[in-house]
């Protein structure tokens, strides 16, 4: 587990010493409890003498002299107050964290100058959140001490007025943090540790929480006839798994919403083998069943009120002598025959039984998918936003609100019967790739075949999930991209 800071919120004003971080409005204004500290003179003179004007995410570190118990003061700009939305609460936490520089034990007075309103509950527990996410590193499979990270701020008192208050928002927000670094560690894990048998048994210790978890092995799945997961499980030495997590926290009659994740532990991409270069990155293909999982831990932390069902279709694509070729035809849970193409398509396979299971055994009132499903996706839409695809206008604009307030953010595009003839087969009921043009399309064209009437939404995060940029928030390969999003389209829409 990663090491991360222990967050905690005071009414008490902040000790007189050691590291202090205080905020600063646009025009270098300061709160009046700042200009009280002992070196509240030199803070105003270090700002009056610097380039530092109060904007939004810069800093200024401020090194007391003698006389003081204080070692630094960092005041973080906040910019015009009037401008912050819920984000930028976020991107203030993991402002401060960095610029904290990895001391051991900091103070943080969270006040906003003079005149303007004393920060509230929820931004307090936005800012804790952006504080931790951005703590967040993975090296624990470093073994010389001097490779970890130097950047452990381990004790944060944050000091406000609506301490009490903050720390019941910090304690909902605090599972969603939970959920977002979890998601990352899924995905950052190498593959001969995270294969599917293993990613199974960390989703079956989200009971912990509360959930109810299901796995089912290989055998289950036959007998349930998923012969399109199956095949793209047959080249690895690794038994598929699917987990299925439930979360009732709703009315017990009330319809689940239903969330399904493309849980590949590692794409080779089997007979149709990938390119060596940058194939290491394909651990990372289970990106949308590690959000899923995220997501479940998210919700599940903080009661969610609402009937949730998470499912993980876990399966390693390796080339073997036993693997599925091209030119094979299988049969998914549905009935309908797929024609392998090629074998590197292999994500829609495992989604098709999964999402045709979680429809028929659930009837959700949606289901939303998540999946590094196609290079393509990249080609579109670079890192900035994920693919949305969708039968639904209402989801999808839910969708959309969702992903502007997190910052999580996806674009829509089409799904129509044009590009659905693109997979017509000449020998079975659809063959499992349309070819290079509107890769990403066919694909969503590809699922949408296993939803029936069931509104339905699927993320293409393969631009999303890893390899994104650095964010005040995400120092990370994996970035947990969707716990955030979904997280809100939940509390947002769907709980009572
Ligand atoms: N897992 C890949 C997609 C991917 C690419 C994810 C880059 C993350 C980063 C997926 O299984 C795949 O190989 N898709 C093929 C589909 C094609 C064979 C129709 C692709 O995108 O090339
Ligand atoms: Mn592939
Ligand atoms: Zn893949």
Known sequence: MPTIPQISFSSAKPPKKGVVAVMCG????????????????????????????????????????????????????????????????????????????????????LQQPEGADPVGPEQA?????????????????????????????ARISVHLKSATRANKAWENAQGVAGGVMLARDLVNEPPNVLNPVEFAKRAGQLKKLGCDVEILDEKAMEKLKMGALLGVSRGSRNPARMAIIQWKGGKPKDKPVAFVGKGVTFDTGGISLKPPSGMEDMKGDMGGAAAVTGLMHALASRKAKANVVGIIALVENMPDGDAQRPGDIVTSMSGQTIE???????????????????????????????????????????????????NDDELSEQLSGAGEVTE?????????????????????????????????????QFLKRFVGDTPWAHLDVAGTAMGSPQTEINKSWASGFGVRLLDRLVADHYED
């Open 125 to 153: 527990a936005d800012f804790a959140m952006g504080l931790q996410l951005a703590a967040y590193r993975f090296d624990h499979y470093k073994t010389k001490s001097d490779a970890k990270s130097k950047e452990k701020a």
């Open 340 to 390: 392998i193409i090629n074998t590197d398509a292999e994500g829609r396979l495992v989604l098709a039984d999964a999402l045709w299971h979680c429809n028929k055994k659930f009837k959700p009132k949606f289901m939303v998918n998540l999946a590094t499903l196609t290079g393509a996706i990249l080609v579109a839409l670079g890192n900035h936003h994920a693919g949305l695809f969708s």
């Open 408 to 444: 999580e953010r996806v674009w829509r595009l089409p799904v129509s019967a044009t590009y659905d003839k693109l997979i017509d087969s000449k020998f079975a009921d659809m063959k499992n790739s349309g070819g290079r043009y509107a890769g990403s399309i066919t694909a969503a």
């Open 26 to 109: 646009q025009d270098g204004t300061l709160p009046e409890s700042v200009v009280e500290l002992a070196a509240g003179a030199a803070v105003q003179k270090a700002i009056a003498a610097s380039e530092f004007k109060g904007g939004f995410g810069k800093t200024l570190t401020v090194h007391v002299p003698e006389g003081s118990e204080l070692d630094r003061v960092i005041v973080i700009g906040m910019g015009n107050i009037a401008d912050l939305s819920e984000y930028s609460w976020l991107k203030l936490g993991g402002t401060t964290f960095a610029a904290l520089n990895g001391a051991a034990k900091a103070a943080i007075m």
